[in-house]
């Protein structure tokens, strides 16, 4: 392992050209106004004009009826971080754009728990975070500047602190945005990257010793943990090797007002002609081997391929499957069933395809609705045929003859049919899908489980083994606001609600989705809808969003 991070902190020293003057991280919001205009504006779109007013009452609430005053709200914050070989020494700068020195210090005395203490030389003290740091202020050119370490003052002097013209790129409109330059890295900081790592292996209770870590807490059980470490370790190393051709990497935090949507985006550049450029450039588009389950008619559902995509996440999640099947024993009942389910578990992870989806559908011609899920495994024959052994022993009993086998077929893939026991007074989950009719169809198809609930499932079956792979994010959750009235209307619930919180927009909608590309760059994306998902988690009783928030920490 230290031969590998050897090899790793090489491979970083020796494409830099040194830029000592210019910090490695940089980071900067939008101009203050805007991102309180466009935090206003989504939280009108999630809960209206009781959401503004609760956010505009709680900023008065924190900060009195002076708000903001001594923060320039025309301008951005921005800041940068200056790394060194001991992670301890390494500094955060922030920059706070302000009216004037005064008016500033009172608003830090106003929000912080204690106020600021004057040091002499136009230095303050600010109240830090933990003991083993601390936080220093100084005003210079219109700001102020903050700093975060555990000698801090040095990175406060005029002559150490960086432009901030060198940190801020106006041409980059997310809300916040924070970049690491690779070729800023000084060669004493790459040359102590394994050090560093050795350490927080330490810290964290995995270097395979016993007793308890630096929190006081036992160490994990090394057995168990330790193999999937290790492979972990190798795709750090792998991919810190490839980071050697790195050019940079960004965070993006975006809030389109307009769309209604907020977004986290992280991208990773490579330098021309190296090994990192050339493995982007070759990244394939996510597939989803069910995707297509999810219809025009689809009232809710979701697809997602879990992140088998390299060999060493693929090896970590297979010794972890089986060293949880090592601990968990033997069960008293259905043990062929458990050993195929871990056996075909452990086949699907190295296909590295490990596809799930599932849909709530309709209305039919007749008004009802169909539920169906597939989740891909691998030759799930076996696990088909230990379940059905296992029913058919009456083990586990089971009211009336409900299970009729081999109902139908496509192919040479049997369909099985399970009639669903009546509903509960209190829940009857049949009454969407068919009522007294309701039914369970299911098949154990070469590439997957499938799972078919409706008044007649059997022709929804045979369409959902027939879908053929497609290209598809690494996660989509679909909503049809419209539909979705009707469903809940259907099941008996408050169908109203549901469209005062979600609107009626007769189409399927993303919700949140999360999206991994290549090319020119790595690209990895996560979406959510504002007009859809936080509207339906925050909305009340009444079905009109919430408006209580939890107080700001001074």
Known sequence: MRYALALVAAALVAPAALRAADPPITFQTQPLNRVLDDVRAAADLIGGERAVKGFNDKIKEEFGDKGFEGLDLSRPIAGYVQLAPKAADAVAVIAFPVTNEKDFVELCDRVLEFPPKSLGKGMYALPAIDPKHKARMKFADGYAYVAYGVNPEPALDAKALVPLNKVIDPADQAIFASKFHFDRLTPEVKLAIPGVIAELRKELGLDGKDGPDVTGVTRVDNKLILPVIEQFEKMFTRYALLLGGGESAALRVGLDVAAGEFSVEATLKGKPDTLLATAIAARKPTGNKFAALLTPDTVAGFKTRLPFFNDELRTATVKGIEAAQKEAGAPPIGKDLVDELFKGLIRTVKTGEVDVVGAVRGPNKTGDYDLVVAVAFDDPSALGKEFKKLVESGTVPIEGNRFKWDADKLGKVD????????????????????????????????????????????????????????????????????????????????????????????????????????????????????????????AGEDGKPQTESVPFKK
């Not at 509903?423 to 309701?438: L, V």
């Not at 008044?455 to 027939?466: F, G, I, S, T």
């Open 415 to 538: 369909i099985h049919t399970f009639k669903m026991p009546e509903g509960r007074d209190f829940f009857d989950f049949n009454k969407p899908f068919g009522d007294e009719k309701a039914t369970l169809a299911f098949a154990f198809a070469p590439n997957g489980v499938f799972v078919v609930v409706g008044a007649d499932p059997v022709p929804a079956m045979k369409a959902a083994l027939a879908v053929k792979p497609v290209e598809s994010p690494v996660l989509d959750v679909v909503l049809n606001p419209a539909r979705m009235k009707k469903f809940v209307d259907k099941a008996g619930g408050p169908g109203l609600e549901v469209e005062r919180t979600l609107g009626t927009d007769d189409k399927l909608l993303s919700a949140a989705s999360l999206d991994v590309t290549g090319g020119k760059e790595l690209k990895v994306r996560f979406g959510l809808n504002l007009r859809v998902l936080p509207k339906a988690i925050f």
